[in-house]
């Protein structure tokens, strides 16, 4: 049961972190132009209209959405350089499901003028020697014209989700600068990002909003982004499943086993309650509850055991992980109490089902042979 417990836990932590890093920095689902790569090479605008944008709004399964321009850029100090996507974002973006990311200083306040303030990650930080405070260039090409558009930003927040792919993809500035330099209009945009209540129904509502959307949009969920990630968290549900499995078939193997040796143990006595006309029924139902209550506590305190070495790895983070290869720094946990329930009984009620065929034991004893046996 501690395994069981434990991979559980483990297992849909590992998922739901993931996904929720690629969900605070990149939405559930985002809304571009057709002519848009996936990866975002080639940038198009979109101009939704305020009718659109309400309705989305009162979408069924949406949280809130933010309007985006994304640019790819070079970042340049005096010593180095690195490329990156210049994420233009909103005044009123929600930094708030980011904030929890952010290791150093804050995240930036836009008005309706012009902003210098960028987050970026501390990947960036550490490969330019960044600080709080600094000031940077970022460069920006222009189709027409052979100059490079270039931009003076100034940190004041550093960011790190443990997410290499992640930190290494974007910095977080004033969507005006980005519109300034592409010469937009105001209301015109790269892609909105749409923020769900729940993951569940992300195929179904993405569907939805694609049939209600102009012909000129493209509706992308983040699973077709970063479709690789996903097919490997997902390999995660095939793993908890064998180890549940596997274990259960190991309990009822020992359950098992310790059944035969109890009725073995009292032959004689199963022989005199025969001699003294009790049923075979009654017999195989007396092992049963007294294994089945032997199970009871093996469940009790599995869970008990499990469920503190969950505790303890959730608040003391002692198992630590390689981000560049697990995507975070330390293995999450994240457990339901339904969770707990069910496996609770599937585990109790499988075991209890082993049990049946070798009760069938006791009606083979035949008194006489075992009374005079002993």
């Not at 069981?4 to 132009?33: P, R, T, W, Y």
């Not at 939704?48 to 070079?74: A, C, Q, T």
């Not at 195989?284 to 009871?296: A, G, P, V, W």
Request: hydrophobic residues 45%; glycine residues 6%; charged residues 20%.
């Amino acid at each position: 049961m501690i395994v069981m417990i434990v991979s559980v836990g483990v297992g849909i932590g590992m998922q739901k972190e993931i996904k929720d890093k690629i969900s605070a920095f990149e939405g559930d689902i985002s809304i571009q132009s057709f002519n848009n790569t996936i990866n975002e090479n080639s940038i198009n605008p979109i101009l939704p209209s305020v009718e659109f944008l309400e309705d989305l709004r009162k979408f069924r399964g949406v949280k809130n959405f933010d309007k985006i321009i994304s640019k790819f850029g070079i970042v340049r100090t005096l010593n180095d350089f690195d490329g990156l996507y210049f994420k233009g974002v909103e005044k009123g973006y929600d930094f708030s499901r980011i904030k929890r990311y952010i290791i150093e200083g804050t995240y930036p306040v836009y008005s309706d003028g012009f902003s210098n303030d960028v987050l970026i990650s501390k990947t960036l930080s550490d490969k330019l020697n960044l600080e709080l405070g600094d000031s940077f260039q970022m460069l920006f090409s222009k189709s027409e014209n052979p100059k490079p558009s270039i931009l003076r930003l100034q940190v004041v927040g550093v960011f790190n989700s443990g997410f290499q792919e992640l930190d290494s993809k974007y910095i977080f500035g004033d969507i005006n600068q980005i519109r300034r330099i592409l010469k937009w209009e105001n209301d015109e945009i790269s892609s909105i990002e749409i923020q769900l209540n729940e993951l569940s129904n992300l195929e179904f509502i993405s569907e939805e909003i694609y049939l209600n959307s102009p012909s000129e949009f493209d509706v992308i969920t983040t699973k077709e982004k970063y479709f690789s990630v996903y097919e490997w968290i997902d390999l995660f549900d095939k793993n908890i499943y064998a180890i549940i499995f596997i274990m259960i078939v190991v309990a009822s193997i020992n359950i098992i086993s310790v059944l035969v040796v109890l009725i073995l143990e009292r032959t004689n006595m199963i022989g005199v309650l025969k001699a003294l006309g009790i049923t075979n029924f009654s017999l195989q139902k007396f092992f049963i509850y007294t294994s089945s209550y032997l199970i009871f506590i093996g469940i009790i305190i599995g869970n008990i055991f499990g469920l503190m070495i969950l505790f303890i790895q959730e608040k003391y983070k002692i198992i630590s992980l390689d981000p560049k290869i697990y995507y975070v720094d330390s293995i999450p946990i994240y457990i339901e109490l339904s969770h707990i329930i069910s496996l609770n009984l599937i585990a109790f009620f499988l075991c209890v089902l082993s049990i049946f065929i070798p009760s069938l034991l006791v009606s083979r004893i035949n008194p006489k042979d075992s009374i005079k046996f002993n």
